[in-house]
Each structure stands twice: as C-alpha cells, then as structure tokens.
C-alpha cells in the first residue's frame, strides 16, 4: 500500500518547539502539504512543499526530502492556541489527496 | 470571500432513512472533491467533480452512495440507504485548478442509529 506515517500524539509547553514527522512513499509522489484542524472545524491549510529543503511562514515552518520520502512540520514558540491535529496530505491522482491520520498537538502551561 | 460551506452541520437518521449533505465551493472553484473520515480513521477521498463532470469517484464505497453538481456549483451527496458504517465527518474541499490547494468546509457530522 501507499501509507502516509505520523505520530499519534504530541505533547509540549508553552514557547516550546514541536516537530511533526511525515513519512510516504514516494511513487507517484507530486508534492505534500500540512493542513491544521481544531476540534470541530474545517482543516485549514499550513503549507505545500514540492522542491526539497525548509520553507519557512512565521512561527511555521516546513521541509521536505523527497528522496528519503519525508516531511516534517516545525512549529516553533508554541502557543495555547497551536493545540490542534495536524495532517500530513500527499496528493495523488487528479490531485486527489491521501491523507495521515493526523498528529495531536497538546501545548500545555 | 467567503469560505467552503456545507449543511447540515450535523445530521442524526436511523439506519435505513436518507440523507442528502450539501457543499457550496469558492465561487469560480472548478474542482469541487468530498472526503470522509470514520471514527479513528484518516480521511478519505470519495470523489472528485470538475465543474460539473464526475473527474473520479474511485473512493465511493458503494452504489448507496449518490453525488451530484448539477450546474458546476454546489455539489451534494445522498446516501440511500443509510448503513450504520456510514457514520462519519463528510468533508468537502474546493480548489480552482487541479492539483492546487483545496481549501475545506468545516463538514456535516452524520450519525446513523
């Protein structure tokens, strides 16, 4: 199958640095983004990436290596407001997307 | 601008009963796509319109499943006739060319009893 890996559960402080890993296989592969969803609302979009290497957009940042078939998702001076999942996406065919299962970020006091 | 759309923003039937989930795209959105996710589950694709034509509907689960875009604008999705496994978050997404970002509604909560 074509998985798309990423942590279950995340858990950091305030003004702490959080880092989302993404794994995929790499066939077919036409880019990648990180789209963020609270609980109860409509994923929103972070980023897209489809060149290797970080690309950075204020507190968020996100890199990319398609030859090792991974991404991940840097959110830096953590914020209450930043708990939330966070969805790895490749898009497939048509652009349809496939998404991971998402990764839960809790940002404590 | 105003943002992706859908109603209801929840919808509780009995097994057996009909349900028809409607989408409002970005206007000028050509490409209109529903997703779905189940309890534990990532999110799946269903299908995916442009404009009106049906450009791929691979991830449809089964012929209970109706989808339509009569027009090229709002979409809707009917399930006829409900199944309990059919509980989940319907999402729609719309982008303006394929490929592009697609940007989400806030989805229809389906809960069938």
């Known amino acids: 199958g074509q998985n798309i890996d990423q942590p279950t559960e995340m858990t950091a402080t305030e003004g702490a640095i959080v880092q989302i890993n993404c794994t995929y296989q790499?066939?077919?592969?036409?880019?990648l983004f990180w789209y963020q969803q609270h609980a109860g609302e409509a994923p929103t979009f972070l980023s897209y990436?489809?060149?290797?290497g970080l690309e950075e957009k204020g507190r968020f940042s996100s890199f990319l290596s398609r030859s090792k078939g991974y991404s991940y998702l840097l959110l830096k001076e953590l914020q209450m407001k930043d708990s939330a999942s966070y969805l790895c996406?490749?898009?497939?065919?048509?652009?349809?997307?496939?998404f991971g299962a998402g990764t839960q970020v809790v940002v404590t006091p | 601008e105003a943002g992706v759309t859908q109603f209801p923003s929840h919808s509780v039937i009995e097994k057996g009963q009909t349900v028809t989930l409607r989408c409002d795209p970005i206007s000028g959105h050509d490409n209109l796509y529903w997703y779905r996710r189940v309890m534990g589950k990532e999110i799946k694709f269903l299908l995916h319109f442009v404009k009106e034509s049906k450009q791929d509907e691979s991830g449809m689960p089964n012929n209970r499943f109706l989808a339509e875009r009569t027009g090229g604008t709002y979409s809707t999705l009917k399930v006829q006739p409900a199944e309990l496994e059919d509980s989940g978050v319907y999402f729609c997404?719309?982008?303006?060319?394929?490929?592009?970002?697609?940007?989400f509604g806030p989805g229809t909560r389906l809960l069938v009893l």
């Open positions: 996406a490749v898009p497939r065919s048509w652009g349809k997307l496939q």
């Open positions: 790499t066939s077919g592969f036409n880019g």
């Open positions: 990436n489809v060149l290797d």
């Open positions: 997404a719309s982008s303006q060319g394929n490929g592009e970002t697609q940007y």
